[in-house]
């Protein structure tokens, strides 16, 4: 399939919206992939997109919406009226739809929702937080009773001919709605028309609660490999359903936002943003990677007697703190991953623990070596060379495990792991490898030089 020119397709919406020519744009923009859409679309001015979208097919708005980024999809849907908003809501999927609701002011979601059709389907998504389970799920349009045949199953599914994202798999309930097993579609129609749902279904059935955190319900979808996962109440009924492509959306952004915290920058920010919006969610945390800069000075100023007497010791700062601190990150990344995908655990961290500290002992052996060899023959100081790979060696184990248990500490007492760990490890890293540098140092080389 080929792949769609958006700068081209760009220029041409751009000239047809220059002679208004507003029936060639909303064709052009409609002919495009929802992913494409959303591409051309945002590249609009705020002015023709308010033309724009109320000429274009009401499925093409909805899939515009869903795929913009939420605060540019809420801004949108902020300056439409409430039978426009409404008419694009009906086409959405409630999920989304509910998402977009929760970020514009009550007022216009009261009077979108006064006219909105599928208001019945889309108000009880709302009733949960948006980074859980019940947040991510999506209404459970086909359900199956355990009592029925499979014959009147699929005559069922003849009569409602589903309008959903897809059928992945039809679960089953009883009288009190409650979740008793699942079935796949193949399964339904290969069966014998007069089988009982309830003979033919899988009892074993994995769902999450509404109130799961939404890492969780992904990482149980990418664990079984599951397309859909339901989600029930705490009795056990039957709520909704997560669909594969929302798991894809909630790996995405818990990646994106690792990876955002791991850099020290606490919330997610688009190349766009403005200088302040820059300033306001980084410097903060650059003030206090300053205040714990500071321990490490304190240790340095402890040994200002050692560092005049032999001024060469200083030459070694950077290698005793960047080595063992690219260790700690090395050991951090992999511990928060492992966190954030459920791998590392109060059961198994102790052996994971062993590992990395195994690790960091024969990398602090090899590299201890490799540097005291080079301080030897650099400065031609044999007690040089065993003041700084000892201190090496020993910073390496340190920041093995510094990397290991700082992201375990803070996952312990509910902190995000990937947002707090870094600063402390490399403030940890630091200080102690200066302490034990300079201190075997004061002890080693001013009692032999």
Known sequence: MKQTDINNILDQVRDALTRDDWSAAAALVEALRPPDQADVFEELSPQDQEELLPRLDPEDSADILEEL??????????????????????????????DLLGDISQEQVNEALAVVQTAEEIIPLMEYQDE????????????????????????????????????????????????????????????????????IMDPEVLSVYASTDQEEAARLMARYDLLAMPVVDDSGCLLGVITHDDLVDVLEREATEDIYRLGGVPDEQITEES?????????????????????????????ENTIAAVAILAAFFPIVAGVSGSAGTQTMTVTVRGLALGEINRRNGYRNLVREILIGLVDGLVLGLLVAVIAYFWKDLPILGLVVGVAVFLNMITAAAAGFLVPMGFQFIKIDPALASPVL???????????????????????FL
Do not use: C
């Open 132 to 199: 859980t389970a019940g947040g991510l799920m999506t209404s459970a349009e086909i359900v199956l009773h355990k009592d029925i045949t499979a014959e009147t199953a699929i005559r069922h599914l003849r009569t409602i001919s589903p309008d959903t994202e897809s059928v992945y798999y039809l679960f089953v309930v009883d009288d009190e709605v409650k979740l008793v097993g699942v079935i796949s579609l193949r399964q339904l129609i290969l069966s014998d028309p007069s089988a009982k749902i309830e003979d």
């Open 69 to 98: 980024a939420d605060e540019d999809a809420a801004e949108i849907a902020e300056r439409l009226d409430a039978g426009e908003l409404a008419r694009i809501l009906d086409k959405m999927e409630p999920d989304e739809a509910a």
């Open 425 to 447: 490890v490399t403030t940890l890293t630091d200080t102690f490898g200066y302490f034990v540098y300079l201190g075997f140092a004061t002890i080693v080389i001013i009692k």
């Open 275 to 303: 200088v302040s919006g820059g300033l306001r969610t980084r410097l903060p945390w650059l003030i206090l990677n300053l205040g714990t800069a500071m321990v490490s000075v304190i240790v340095l100023s402890l040994f």
